[in-house]
């Protein structure tokens, strides 16, 4: 039997919807809209890695050129002239710590405002929406003024705490939409069985939304890495993360090369968080979108 032949049998087995749905004009114009983003998401990252390789006259090439001789002349700038190592560890530190604040206060708050019967509830988190809507720089002044009153300035514990004050309403905001999405049946079962309110937000709640916690927490520490004015004016030289390492290399003359390997070792810890917590990431972003 001849391929043709099979390939028509195969063809004639299939649903005709399902045909239609391949040749449907909506579905191939989501696959171009996925494709376009795709490549204007990750050219800027491949152009990224691929300067850190290349020297100075290389990069300075009127055209793109793939293959230019690789160097690690740039990487050896980094992390000889710069302790950048330790500046990515402060990045670490600070993300993680204040994220598991912003969690531990942010996950009973979130439920709190979806279970309990408070008064205002919706103004309250109309509220904390908006208060993560307040730009960095209108809440500069005062916080430097706070931290100096309490002597965190150059410390740790002062960029924390920053951080944590403009994680701490997403998480909040995001939480109440996840817990919304469990069915109240669920506690209330438990609760006419004798559970307490803080056993069942710790033993079901808690546990059902465990992909939202997971997105939530990506997305704290994906805040706290990016930050940079809190870091510059509230941190010290001992305390600089890994995003003021990186523009110590635009000044009067720039370092591209330079600037490009660190942006590059600085991507590498979130590339590496993401790839670990795809799965919840993608059970999280998902979680409410079907509704039986």
């Known amino acids: 039997m001849s391929a043709k032949v099979v390939s028509r049998q195969r063809g004639a087995g299939q649903h ?6 391949r040749r449907d004009p909506w579905v191939i114009g989501c696959y171009v809209a996925v494709a376009v983003f795709l490549v204007w998401v990750l050219v800027p990252i491949v152009q990224m890695v691929l300067t ?17 001789a690789p ?19 402060n990045s670490c530190l600070i993300a ?7 969690l531990t206060l942010g996950v009973p708050a979130g439920y709190a405002l979806c279970r309990l019967n ?12 908006l208060a993560r809507m307040v730009p960095a720089v209108t809440l500069m002044v005062p916080m430097y003024v706070l931290m100096s009153k309490a002597s965190l300035l150059g410390s740790y514990w002062g960029v924390i705490l920053a951080h944590t004050s403009f994680e701490l309403p997403l998480v909040i905001w995001m939480m109440r939409s996840f817990f919304l999405d469990v069915p109240p049946a669920l506690e209330e079962a438990a609760m006419i069985d004798g559970a307490s309110r803080f056993r069942v937000f710790w033993q079901i709640a808690v546990p059902l939304t465990g992909p939202g916690i997971s997105v939530t927490a990506i997305l704290s520490i994906l805040l706290s890495w990016n ?6 004016v509230l941190g010290g030289r001992g305390t600089q993360t890994a995003p003021i ?12 090369g330079g600037s490009m390997a660190a942006a590059t070792i600085a991507l590498v810890p979130i590339f590496v968080m993401g790839l670990a917590v795809q799965k919840f990431l993608v059970r999280g972003l998902t979680m409410g979108a079907v509704k039986e």
């Open 227 to 232: 930050e940079f004015l809190f870091a510059l």
């Open 118 to 129: 408070i008064r205002f509830e919706e103004a309250w988190a109309q509220g904390i929406l």
């Open 71 to 89: 160097t690690m002349a740039n990487y050896e700038t980094v992390f000889g002239k710069l302790d950048f190592l330790r500046n990515v560890l």
């Open 52 to 68: 850190s390789f290349k020297s100075t006259y290389a990069i300075f090439q009127p055209t793109i050129h793939l293959n230019f």
């Open 245 to 256: 390492a990186v523009s110590k290399f635009v000044g009067i003359n720039i370092d591209w």
């Open 96 to 102: 993680g710590v204040s994220t598991a604040i912003a």
């Open 16 to 21: 005709p919807a399902r045909r239609r749905r």
